[in-house]
C-alpha cells in the first residue's frame, strides 16, 4: 500500500521558537527615518513615549538581529503555537499544477488570525509599564479582536475604534471583541475630535484606517493611563509576526521543501513581512533563493500605484512622518470586504524592501480572489478570510502557470486568518453582487500629490 500522503507538517510545543527576528539588522541598504512632523528630524524615544511603553519603543529603533521573547508571552502563545503548515494537496489535484502548495495556517489562534502574534507581547509590555488601557483602530475586525483578547490576559481595559464599513458588514466581529471585554465605536464617530470633523465634512462617511488610528491616538494622547497599539506598519509589530516565519522554515525543512516563491497579502505589511523576513535573511544568506511577492486590492493599491513618499500614518496627521508606499494620508478606498487591507499606506520596512526590488507587488480584484477562496474552501476545506484570499489568487495565477510551463515550484503562502465571520461577504460573492473597483493611475496621482502637498515642509 502506497504511503498516505503528508498534508500537516507540525512542530512539537519544545521546538516553538523562542526569539523574533529583526530585519533591520540584516538589511542591505537601511531605511529612511521616521521623522518628526513639526521639526523634520529623526523622531526619539521621547516622542514616541506619550503612546508607547519604552520596551516597545526600544524594539521599534533596534537594529539587534534578535529579541527573546519574554517567558509570560511564549506561555500564551502556546495556546495555538506553533501553527499548522499544510500541504495543499487537493488544492494542487484540482488545478492540475506539478506545482506543491504550502500554506501556514494562522487562523487556529484565539482570534482566528495571525494578530495574537503582536497584540499578546504589546499587551503584555503596557501592562508591565503600569499602563490601564489600551486604544486601537480596526479594519475587519482581526486586531481589535486580537487586542481585546491579549488585554484580557493582562488585566487592561481595551477600547476600539472599527472603520465604519466593516462595523456594518461584520457585526460577530463587534460582538467577540465584547466578548473578549473590548469596547468597540464605529468610526468615525462623534466621541473624537477628529471623527466629528469627518462628519461635519461626510455624514455618511464608509471610514478608513487611517480615521480610526486619529480617534485612537487622540484618546490615548490625552490619558497617561492609556496607550495605543498598532496591529500593523511598525517595525516592532512586523517584528512580533517573524514567529510565523521562522516555524515556516522549521517546518519546511522537515519537509524537505525549500521554496521558490511566497506570496502574502499585504495592508499594512504585519502578516506578509512576519512570513517572508525570516526567508529574506536566508536568501540574503545565500542558502535559498525564493521570489517574493505581496498581493493588495485593486482598490487600495499603495504598493503598486501609491507614491514612496513621507506621509502620515493617518488622517488627521497626529502620527510621525513615515517613508512609506502611500495613497495620500486623506484617502478613503471602496469599502472592500477585505477591511483588514483598506489602508492607505503600507509599512516602512515592506515599502523599502519594494523600492529596492527585494520583493515585488501584483493589484488584484476582489471577485478573482473569492473565486480563490471559494475553490480553496471546496478543496482543502477551510474558509478562509477575504484578506488572504488574494494571496490565494496570487497563488493560483501562479500554480496555473506552472501547469504550463511544467514547472515543479514550491509556493509557500499565508493564510493569516479564516472567513468564519466573514460569510456576509462570501453571501454576497455567491449572489453575484460584488463589485471590482480600480483606480486610473491619474487619479490616485492626482489624489496623492493633493494630500502630499499639504503636508508640513521638511528640510
Same mark, same amino acid.
Given at each position: 500500500m502506497a504511503p498516505l500522503p503528508q498534508h500537516k507538517i507540525q512542530l512539537d510545543e519544545s521546538e516553538m521558537p523562542t526569539r523574533w527576528y529583526n530585519v533591520l539588522h540584516d538589511l542591505p541598504t537601511p531605511p529612511p527615518p521616521v521623522l518628526h512632523p513639526g521639526t523634520g528630524e529623526p523622531v526619539g524615544p521621547d516622542d514616541l513615549a506619550p503612546l508607547f511603553p519604552m520596551d516597545l519603543i526600544l524594539q521599534e529603533v533596534s537594529t539587534d538581529q534578535y529579541v527573546d521573547i519574554p517567558d509570560e508571552v511564549l506561555d500564551v502563545y502556546r495556546l495555538w503555537r506553533p501553527s499548522p503548515l499544510f500541504r495543499a494537496h487537493r488544492l494542487e489535484k484540482a488545478l492540475g499544477t506539478p506545482a506543491r502548495i504550502y500554506y501556514k495556517y494562522e487562523g487556529v489562534s484565539p482570534a482566528g488570525s495571525h494578530k495574537p &502574534?503582536?497584540?499578546?507581547?504589546?499587551? #503584555?509590555? &503596557? %501592562?508591565? %509599564? *503600569?499602563?490601564?488601557? @489600551? +486604544?486601537?483602530? +480596526? *479594519?475587519?475586525?482581526?486586531?481589535?479582536? =486580537? @487586542? %481585546? #483578547? =491579549?488585554? %484580557?490576559?493582562? *488585566?487592561?481595559?481595551?477600547?476600539?475604534? $472599527?472603520?465604519? !464599513?466593516?462595523?456594518? $458588514?461584520? /457585526?460577530?466581529?463587534r460582538v467577540m471583541i465584547e466578548t473578549f471585554g473590548g469596547t468597540v465605536h464605529p468610526s468615525p464617530s462623534e466621541l473624537t475630535e477628529a471623527g466629528r470633523r469627518i462628519l461635519a465634512e461626510h455624514p455618511d462617511s464608509t471610514g478608513s484606517l487611517g480615521i480610526a488610528i486619529s480617534e485612537a491616538v487622540e484618546v490615548a494622547a490625552q490619558d497617561p493611563t492609556t496607550n495605543y497599539a498598532l496591529g500593523s506598519v511598525l517595525n516592532h509589530v512586523l517584528m512580533h509576526q517573524t514567529i510565523i516565519g521562522e516555524? !515556516? @522554515?522549521? $517546518?519546511? =525543512?522537515?519537509?524537505g521543501e525549500t521554496p521558490d516563491l511566497l506570496v502574502g497579502c499585504t495592508g499594512g505589511g504585519s502578516n506578509f513581512g512576519g512570513l517572508m523576513f525570516p526567508f529574506l535573511r536566508e536568501k540574503w =544568506? *545565500?542558502?535559498?533563493?525564493?521570489?517574493?511577492?505581496?498581493?493588495? /486590492?485593486a482598490a487600495c493599491p499603495s504598493l503598486t500605484q501609491g507614491t514612496y513618499a513621507y506621509d502620515f500614518g493617518d488622517t488627521a496627521g497626529m502620527t510621525p512622518l513615515m517613508k512609506m508606499h502611500t495613497l495620500g494620508h486623506d484617502f478613503v478606498p471602496d469599502p472592500i470586504h477585505a477591511g483588514g487591507l483598506r489602508y492607505h499606506g503600507m509599512s516602512p520596512l515592506i515599502s523599502h524592501l519594494y523600492e529596492t526590488d527585494e520583493i515585488e507587488a501584483v493589484a488584484k480584484a476582489q471577485t478573482e480572489c473569492f473565486a480563490a477562496g471559494v475553490l480553496f474552501a471546496r478543496t482543502e476545506g477551510i474558509v478562509p478570510a477575504p484578506e488572504p484570499t488574494h494571496a490565494l489568487a496570487a497563488t493560483v495565477e501562479e500554480a496555473l502557470r506552472c501547469k504550463e510551463t511544467g514547472e515543479e515550484k514550491v509556493i509557500l503562502t499565508a493564510l493569516c486568518g479564516h472567513g468564519h465571520l466573514d460569510l456576509a461577504a462570501y453571501e454576497a460573492y455567491l449572489a453575484g453582487n460584488v463589485v471590482d473597483h480600480a483606480w486610473e493611475d491619474e487619479d490616485i496621482q492626482a489624489a496623492v500629490a493633493d494630500a502630499l502637498s499639504r503636508l508640513p515642509a521638511l528640510a
Open positions: &502574534n503582536t497584540a499578546v507581547p504589546q499587551a #503584555f509590555y &503596557n %501592562a508591565k %509599564a *503600569g499602563v490601564k488601557r @489600551l +486604544t486601537t483602530e +480596526t *479594519g475587519a475586525g482581526q486586531w481589535g479582536t =486580537a @487586542l %481585546a #483578547f =491579549a488585554c %484580557a490576559q493582562y *488585566g487592561l481595559a481595551c477600547e476600539v475604534w $472599527q472603520v465604519r !464599513a466593516s462595523y456594518d $458588514q461584520k /457585526p460577530y466581529r516555524e !515556516a @522554515l522549521l $517546518q519546511l =525543512a522537515k519537509a =544568506a *545565500g542558502r535559498m533563493s525564493p521570489t517574493v511577492r505581496a498581493v493588495e /486590492p
